[in-house]
């Protein structure tokens, strides 16, 4: 234990007294709060489902309670249509509306989510039905198939059969609005914004006990020139900002930035995550952070998009999205941090992160230390 608390401590002092991270020391408002994971994205796809049996995702609820995470969303609840004649959606839940997935006609591996939920004080937000892909041909179209009625009527079908689990706590809205793709398509965005607001009058008038999640996505944009900007302040104010104005039933903001993964340095992270905090609570929202576990593209590192983190990068991720966050949400729990991957630094990386919440009471007085020593200026917009 005795090493394995001077590793710990060497991860943070690594990571607080890091030169291209200090400015962020000065705005720990909630210096308070542990570098941990509060809960994680599971991506509950066929190809997933095949590597696992009900007892496994049973376990796996298990294995997330024991690392001190309280929140599940599994991601998508369906497959989307696509071009080769399959113009409906495949639903992953049986219903009235959409033929089943074959791998899940047999099994029913959300009952099972839920029990185990039940019993290990989880909340579980389902989420909701995909675009289809590419989105980018007949934009319109697709955002009229995603809220048609049928849509609707699947949504409120799962949304009454698993009403009585008291470990169902709400619905995630899976489908991040990008401002590029938009502006690309010459597609009006109070189109998507009236489509979402329908989608989430009917979960709420399905069942007004559930909260809903919506993403707030601060992606990369082309700049024009063949390269990319990061998101301003200005991005939140005149696209942002009507979508949490207007859309009073969803309860919960999360932003997706790609954090810790080159999509979005540390450093501008930071700064993005505090814009779009200060605009959630403007309107008394709860704000949570998505926390990627893995590199999503090729840079200069060589890591291969998919590759999950190490500890210290996951550490130096979550040091910045616990100062900000209500929450943090891991991404693609089981493919990238789950101790059952197929990928065996995934598997590494569980491990590691297990060490490391478990001993982490044992380093709490390092981290306060340093939390208060660390003297910076606060970012600048």
């Known amino acids: 234990m005795d090493t394995l608390r001077v590793l710990l401590v060497a991860v943070l002092m690594t990571f607080f007294f890091s030169p291209a991270l200090a400015n962020e020391a ?12 509060n809960g994680a994205v599971w991506e509950l796809s066929p190809d997933t489902l095949a590597r696992y049996t009900d007892e496994d995702l049973e376990a796996q609820v298990k294995d997330m309670h024991d690392l001190g995470m309280r929140v599940l969303i599994i991601r998508y609840i369906a497959d989307p249509a696509r071009d080769d004649g399959q113009e ?14 074959p791998a899940f006609k047999d099994r029913k591996p959300f009952s099972a989510i839920f029990r185990a939920a039940v ?20 934009y319109e179209a697709n955002i ?10 699947y949504r409120q079908e799962f949304i009454e059969r698993y009403a009585g689990y008291r470990s169902f706590a ?15 398509n010459r597609c009006d ?3 998507l914004l009236t489509a979402t607001a329908d989608v989430v009058n009917a979960v709420k008038s399905a069942n007004p006990g559930l909260d809903i999640v919506m993403p707030i996505g601060l992606y990369q944009r082309p700049n024009g020139k063949g ?17 949490v104005q207007q859309l009073s039933g969803v309860d919960t903001w999360m932003v997706i930035d790609g954090l810790g993964s080159r999509l979005s ?14 605009l959630a609570h403007e309107f008394d929202k709860s704000y949570w952070t998505v926390v990627e576990t893995q590199q999503m593209k090729n840079n200069s590192d060589g890591q291969a998009p998919g590759k999950p983190f190490s500890l210290g990068a996951l550490v130096r991720s979550l040091s910045i999205a616990t100062r900000f966050a209500d929450q943090t949400i891991a991404s693609d729990y089981l493919n990238a941090m789950g101790q059952q991957s197929p990928n065996p630094v995934a598997v590494r990386l569980h491990g590691a992160y297990t060490k490391y919440f478990h001993a982490f009471t044992n380093v709490q007085d390092v981290q306060q230390h340093t939390e208060t020593t660390s003297a910076a200026s606060v970012p600048t917009e």
């Not at 409906?88 to 997935?101: E, L, Q, R, W």
């Not at 019993?119 to 007949?138: A, S, T, W």
């Not at 009229?144 to 009527?153: F, K, L, M, N, T």
Request: with cysteine.
């Open 26 to 37: 000065a705005t720990a408002e909630k210096a308070d709060q542990p570098p941990v994971l």
């Open 88 to 101: 409906d959606y495949v639903a992953y839940i049986s219903s009235s509306v959409f033929p089943t997935h």
């Open 119 to 138: 019993q290990h004080d989880m909340r579980v937000y389902l989420g909701g039905l995909p675009f289809k892909q590419p989105i980018e041909q007949d």
């Open 144 to 153: 009229d198939q995603w809220s048609s009625p049928r849509a609707i009527q």
């Open 170 to 184: 709400g619905y995630y809205v899976p489908n991040t609005p990008d401002p590029s793709v938009l502006i690309a």
């Open 189 to 191: 965005p109070d189109c």
């Open 227 to 243: 390269g990319y900007l990061y998101t301003s302040a200005q991005d939140l104010k005149l696209f942002w900002r009507p979508w």
């Open 265 to 278: 340095t540390l450093d501008h992270t930071a700064m993005a995550q505090r814009w779009a905090r200060d």
